[in-house]
Structures are given as C-alpha cells and as structure tokens.
Nanobody, 132 residues
C-alpha cells in the first residue's frame, strides 16, 4: 500500500523557516518524481516545487523561488521542502505527491496544473500557518 506522510508543518512567525518532510513507503520511491503542492482556504491548489526521481531536475513556482528548496534522500525514501522567509501568503496545507512520469521535466504549468492527474499518490497534507 503506497503511503506518503507529510510532517513538519506548524505555526511560524513571518520571516521564519520550516522544513517539511514527505516520508514514503510501499512503492519504489527512487523511480518517482516528487512534487509539493499547497492549498489555502478558499483558494485553488497550486504547485510549489517538483524534483525528479534522481534529483537532477528541480522546479519552483514563482512565488517561492529563491525562498524554498526541494530535496530528496532516496536512501530514506523521503523528500523535503525547506521554506525560508515565510510570509502570510505561504499559509496553506502542503501536500506531497508522487508520479512515475517525468513530471518535473515539464513546464511549470504542465506538471502543476494540466497534467496534475499524472501524480498517482498523494499524502494527507500538513498545515503551515504563518502568523505573528
């Protein structure tokens, strides 16, 4: 049974940092592209970042580029999202997702929206709240 479990969310002050983890099991993690998405209340889900199966390709949404860093440890079957200089607009539930397709090689609009159905497995999400 494939599982993705996000952790590391919480309450943080503006300007602070968090590192999210996506621990996986039940599938060949090293063969899957991994992406992070987020959804704020009342807003559509949006793509945040993507990393290819071996880590050679990373993509970021414009609003998080230069602040967030995606990484993975295939030996631990875990992906990470380091988030720096957080602001209120980053508050959302963050989800990780896995795809056997080479999603991260696609343009941002493709892997994050048009082809999002190609992500076969999803986690339950972890809540990030940025507030004083």
């Amino acid at each position: 049974q494939p599982q993705l479990v996000e952790s590391g969310g919480g309450l943080v002050q503006p300007g602070g940092s968090l590192r999210l983890s996506c621990e996986t099991s039940g599938f060949a993690f090293e063969s899957y592209d991994i992406a992070w998405f987020r959804q704020a209340p009342g807003k559509e889900r949006e793509g945040v970042s993507c990393i290819s199966s071996r880590g050679g390709i990373t993509k970021y949404g414009g609003s998080v580029k230069d602040r967030f860093t995606i990484s993975r440890d295939n030996a631990k079957n875990t992906a990470y999202l380091r988030m720096n200089r957080l602001n209120a607009e980053d508050s959302a539930v963050y989800y990780c997702a896995a795809s056997t397709q080479a999603m991260c090689a696609l343009a941002f609009s493709s892997w994050s929206r048009h082809e999002v159905h190609q992500f076969q497995y999803w986690g339950q999400g972890t809540l990030v709240t940025v507030s004083e």
